[in-house]
Every structure is written in structure tokens, then in C-alpha cells.
T-cell receptor
Framework: DGGITQSPKYLFRKEGQNVTLSCEQN?????MYWYRQDPGQGLRLIYY???????QKGDIAEGYSVSREKKESFPLTVTSAQKNPTAFYLC??????????????FGPGTRLTVT | QQQVKQSPQSLIVQKGGISIINCAYE??????FPWYQQFPGKGPALLIA?????SEKKEGRFTISFNKSAKQFSLHIMDSQPGDSATYFC????????????FGTGTQLKVEL
């Protein structure tokens, strides 16, 4: 089946620990995105990558880091510098070529709880 | 900051009725306007999308109406069903901006029997 996989579905961490969220896609999409969802605030863009080995900050990148070493993978690290890390994290991908806007497809999400 | 304003925050509709959700945007460079449906604990699923060269797009019971001059677009769900109960998000993006989506804050729809 083609799609976007995020693991794990639920993640619990102690405050002060870094944690890495996995995102894998087998859609052969060039572009990948990370969003954060909080109640009543919609989705906010953390980081995005349009090509391997390149990525850009989104609107709320502070306290997060990413890598894009492979086309199909875009892991997100939530560092201890992120002040309010508890949230629902969503990964998305799109064809993302050139100056045409393409549909973004989302994974199932990872719910991170930091105590 | 680019914004997309969505209303209402919540909506209750009777089965068979019409659900209407509205969004307004500020950035005239936006050229793609999708709607997503999200069930609790799941990722958003693309429902329907429109580009500004048309004023309306219909797919089954779902219709997007687009008013470029007013910078507004809306989602109409005809013959609403209990299975449509979900959170709906409008969004907007521009090809020149890395295809980044700017989302509205969501509308929680409940369709009652």
C-alpha cells in the first residue's frame, strides 16, 4: 500500500529529553512537511523539505530539528529547548515540483506527551 | 503573518441538512484552497480543493464556493450525514512559497439524527 507512515502512534517522554518522531513515505513524493496540531489552533508548520539534503524552517521551528537524508524519510526531533512539546504531530508529503501547487497528503500522526 | 480565518468554530446540523463552513484569507498570492476532514486521533484527509480560476467545484455532496474579489471561500456539505461528523479545516497555499499550507483553526461539525 502506498502512503505515509508515522511511528509511534503514542509517545511519552520526560521533560528535558530529546525525542525523534519518524515519518516515512513510499509515494515517491519530493516534498515533505511537519505540522503541529494543538486544540483550537489548527495546524502549524514546523519544517519542510522540497528535496533531499535541503529543508527550511516553518512558522514554529524553534526547539525542533529535522534531517532529510533520504527521499522517503523526514524524521523530526523535538529537543529539550521546545517549551511546550506536548501536541499531535503530523507529517505530510506532496509531489512538490516547480511552481505548481500539489495536494498534500497526511500521515496518521504521533501524539507526544511530555511530563 | 499570513492568515486564514475560519468560522464557525463549531456547528450542529440535522441529518439531511446543509452544513456551511466559511473561510477568509488575506494574502492575494494564495492560489490553491483545499479542505481537509479530520476524525479524532487521525490525520487530516484531503476532501476537495479549488484553484482561483473557477468559482465553484463540486464533488458528490461536497461543494466549494470561491469568491476571489471578497477573498472568501466556503465548503457546503449537502444532505449531511452522521458520518460527516468530524473537524473540517480550510487551508491555502501558493506555489511560490514552497507549497506550504496555511490552515484555518477548524470547525467541529456534528450531524444529529
Amino acid at each position: 500500500d502506498g502512503g505515509i507512515t508515522q511511528s509511534p502512534k503514542y509517545l511519552f517522554r520526560k521533560e528535558g529529553q530529546n525525542v525523534t518522531l519518524s515519518c516515512e513515505q513510499n509515494l515517491n513524493h519530493d516534498a515533505m512537511y511537519w505540522y503541529r496540531q494543538d486544540p483550537g489552533q489548527g495546524l502549524r508548520l514546523i519544517y519542510y523539505s522540497q528535496i533531499v539534503n535541503d529543508f527550511q524552517k516553518g512558522d514554529i521551528a524553534e526547539g525542533y530539528s529535522v534531517s532529510r537524508e533520504k527521499k522517503e524519510s523526514f524524521p523530526l526531533t523535538v529537543t529539550s529547548a521546545q517549551k511546550n512539546p506536548t501536541a499531535f504531530y503530523l507529517c505530510a508529503s506532496s509531489i512538490g515540483k516547480g511552481q505548481v501547487v500539489y495536494e498534500q497528503y497526511f500521515g496518521p500522526g504521533t501524539r507526544l506527551t511530555v511530563t | 503573518q499570513q492568515q486564514v480565518k475560519q468560522s464557525p468554530q463549531s456547528l450542529i446540523v440535522q441529518k439531511g441538512g446543509i452544513s456551511i463552513i466559511n473561510c477568509a484569507y488575506e494574502n492575494t498570492a494564495f492560489d490553491y484552497f483545499p479542505w481537509y476532514q479530520q476524525f479524532p486521533g487521525k490525520g487530516p484527509a484531503l476532501l476537495i480543493a479549488i484553484r482561483p480560476d473557477v468559482s465553484e467545484k463540486k464533488e458528490g455532496r461536497f461543494t466549494i464556493s470561491f469568491n476571489k474579489s471578497a477573498k472568501q471561500f466556503s465548503l457546503h456539505i449537502m444532505d449531511s450525514q452522521p458520518g460527516d461528523s468530524a473537524t473540517y479545516f480550510c487551508a491555502a497555499s501558493t506555489a511560490g512559497g514552497g507549497n506550504k499550507l496555511t490552515f484555518g483553526t477548524g470547525t467541529q461539525l456534528k450531524v444529529e439524527l
